[in-house]
Structure formats: structure tokens, C-alpha cells
């Protein structure tokens, strides 16, 4: 059986505006975290980089689409909808406490990796070798800010843990 090329390729689209809305999700949640930051350096250098790196990635998606041929003017009616939907999710993702924010911070990542394993697999079917490409450089720099987390998590605990004893408010950042 063939793939219906244009309606592949409408929900390819779909589906890179609803990455889009990811990332502009995932750059309000994180600014949220690193401003709240003090006593945290390292996860906080380590938001700041991966802000940038998602700026970078929702440009680049509004690209795809525009390369495909897609619409972006309504790509902010698209956030406002997968906000409404992930409100709990980033609602508790917000919530100030450190330990929660890097917990919520790891699960959105591996989000935002199934997300694009998905989308390179709609592009190659399409032979949307650029999209591919764009979207398997984006996977990567979500992989490894997964690692990050998953290797820096327990130092987060730790230091939590240290400055709970003394100061509950200031552990919390
Ligand atoms: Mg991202
Ligand atoms: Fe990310």
C-alpha cells in the first residue's frame, strides 16, 4: 500500500506546528526555572544553553514549515492550544521548587525526543530529506540535554538535600 502523499504531508505539518508549540511551551518553562535559580549554578548555565538551543529550534521548525509550504501565521493559536492542553504538566513543571523543575525538565525532554523521532520518520517517507535533517540535528540537542539531566539530577537532590536542613526557602532555588 502507498502513502497518500498529500494528506502525509498535511499531517506532517501538523505535527511540526505542534513542535513548534513545544518549543515556545519548553522556552517560557525554562526561562521560568533559570530566573528563579540561586543556589543551583550548573543547572542553571546548563537551562541557559538549552534556551538558546531552543530558540534556535523553533526558527529552524517555522522553516520546515515554510519550506513544506505551511501556513505560520497561525502558529500562535497552535501554542495557545498545547498550552491549554499540557497545563498541569507545565503548571507542576513551574511550580518553585527545584528537585520538581529538573524532574518535569527530564520528562519534557524525552517529550520532545519521541516528537521528533516521529517527525524524521514522517519526513523520510515524504523524501523531506531537509525537514529529516532539521529535525535529527533538533533530536540531538534534546538527547543530550536529556543525559545532562540524567546525570546531574542526583547532585541536584544532594544540594537540595544539604540546604533544606538550614534554609528550606533558599533549597527550593
Ligand atoms: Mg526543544
Ligand atoms: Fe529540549
Known amino acids: 500500500m502507498e502513502h497518500d502523499r ?7 505539518l501538523d505535527w511540526l506546528r505542534d513542535a513548534h ?23 542553571r ?13 523553533a526558527e529552524r521548525l517555522r522553516f520546515c514549515i515554510q519550506d513544506l509550504g505551511g501556513d505560520i501565521s497561525l502558529l500562535k493559536d497552535w501554542t495557545g492550544k ?19 523543575g529538573s524532574m518535569f525538565s527530564y520528562a519534557f525532554e524525552h517529550m520532545e525526543i519521541a516528537a521528533y523521532r516521529n517527525l524524521i520518520a514522517a519526513a523520510q517517507i515524504l523524501g523531506e530529506t531537509q525537514t529529516a535533517q532539521v529535525c535529527q540535528s533538533i533530536l540531538e ?8 539531566l540524567e546525570n546531574n539530577m542526583s547532585n541536584v537532590v544532594s544540594q537540595f538535600l544539604l540546604l533544606a536542613g538550614r534554609d528550606p526557602g533558599a533549597a527550593k532555588r
Open 6 to 12: 498529500p494528506v502525509a504531508r498535511e499531517h506532517l
Open 21 to 43: 508549540a513545544m518549543e515556545e511551551q519548553a522556552e517560557t518553562m525554562l526561562k521560568g526555572m533559570e530566573g528563579r535559580l540561586e543556589h543551583y549554578p550548573e543547572l
Open 82 to 100: 498545547f498550552m491549554a492542553t499540557m497545563q498541569g504538566f507545565s503548571g507542576a513543571m513551574a511550580s518553585d521548587e527545584v528537585v520538581k
Open 141 to 148: 540537542e534534546e538527547i543530550a540535554m536529556a543525559s545532562w
Open 45 to 57: 548555565t546548563r537551562i541557559a544553553q538549552h534556551i538558546q538551543e531552543t530558540q534556535h529550534q
